[in-house]
């Protein structure tokens, strides 16, 4: 079923979804189950599985030269939809991603997610890979989510790449795509990037999910804006309990995002890494707790595979 289709059935009501990453190659498929099976009596209605594209990774040489080496780490994306649709009979749901895809790829990857039975995806741009400083597209790829979007719909419109293929078949996906309430790193302001936003819903995208953010403030203000600018589509907050002091750091550098000083406070003030979680736990079910009094239509949770914590927040919210 279409993720818009699991809104319109909760009739109001917030359902529990999350989100975990494939597992860094070598592991198999049971680490991917131990994440999802604890949340399992939540009912989500979707999973969404992320995905990691190639970096190129430089080894030195005894002799001292360096070796360029293409490596993909997190490889497995669809396999896990499929597997996670087999076993539990929810919805799975890929990302697909502008960067190192050429169009042919991602109409590929599309007919193989449509075989599979797979209604949604999540139409992504993608960051630079380390060796860049700004996104490169592949030389026959999309610059943008927004041209993505256009070639997911242009598939299930039965319009292909060849132009001359006949008697072709219609996808029918559901597209997520990503918001920033915080505003995207890259924009220069949070108005242009609610105008390309805009774009992405005009050229097919059904629904949007936020980037993590810990004041609600920012959520409900950017949903009054994206509401302004005409964009009637839900819009379903990502939601990641901080884990680590270490992420006092990581979070506002990878993901451009500030912390409140009170959350800021308590987690520099924990004793050990157990404390800082109940911090991020407590955190995190204050901020579902008031999204649902507000009739959100989803909480989306940034499980990383962990599930303990949204375990505790799943029991206290929902
Ligand atoms: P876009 O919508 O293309 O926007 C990128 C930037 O360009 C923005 O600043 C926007 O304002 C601007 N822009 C957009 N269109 C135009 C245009 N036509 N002209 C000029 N400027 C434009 N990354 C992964 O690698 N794998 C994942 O699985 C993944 N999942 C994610 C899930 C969510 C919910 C979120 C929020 C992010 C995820 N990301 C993932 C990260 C994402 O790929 C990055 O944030 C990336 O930098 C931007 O992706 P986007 O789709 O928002 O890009």
């Known amino acids: 079923m279409k993720v818009t289709e699991h809104i319109q059935n909760a009739q109001g009501k ?46 030195e040489l005894p002799n001292g030269l360096l070796e360029k080496k293409i490596v993909k780490k997190r490889p497995g994306t669809v396999g896990i939809c499929a597997a996670i649709q087999n076993k539990y009979q929810v919805d799975a749901i890929p990302h697909i991603l502008c960067g190192g895809f050429t169009k042919e790829d991602t109409e590929n990857f599309l007919i193989d997610i449509d075989f599979l039975g797979i209604q949604n995806v999540v139409a992504l741009r993608g960051d630079a890979i380390k060796s860049e400083i700004y996104f490169k597209p592949e030389r026959e790829g999309h610059h943008y989510a927004t041209e993505l979007v256009s070639q997911i719909s242009n598939l299930n419109n039965g319009i292909y790449l060849d132009a001359d293929l006949q008697n072709t078949s219609k996808t029918d996906f559901c597209i ?24 992405k819903i005009k050229n097919g995208a059904d629904y949007i999910i936020t980037q993590m953010f810990y004041d609600n ?25 901080i884990a680590t002091k270490k992420q006092l ?25 157990d404390a800082v979680k109940q911090i991020g736990i407590e955190w995190c079910i204050a901020q579902s707790k008031e999204l649902v009094k507000a009739g959100t239509p989803v909480l989306h949770y940034y499980s990383m595979g962990k599930a303990e914590n949204i375990k505790a927040i799943a029991q206290a919210v929902f």
């Open 14 to 59: 917030s359902l529990f979804s999350f989100e975990i990453l494939p597992p860094v190659k070598g592991q198999n498929i049971q680490s991917i189950f131990d994440g999802i099976d604890p949340l399992m009596e939540f009912d989500p209605p979707f999973i969404d599985v992320t995905y990691h594209r190639e970096e190129i990774e430089l080894k």
């Open 217 to 241: 403030q920012k959520y409900f203000d950017y949903v009054a804006k994206v509401r302004a600018a005409g964009i009637t589509v839900p819009i379903i907050p990502g939601l990641k309990p």
């Open 176 to 199: 997520g795509v990503a918001g920033y309430p915080e505003k995207h790193m890259e924009a220069p302001s949070i108005d242009s990037d609610i105008y390309f936003l805009k774009q």
């Open 249 to 273: 750091n990581l979070i506002p550098h990878r993901f451009k995002v500030d912390l409140p000083d009170d959350l800021i406070m308590a987690v520099v003030k924990a004793k050990d890494n």
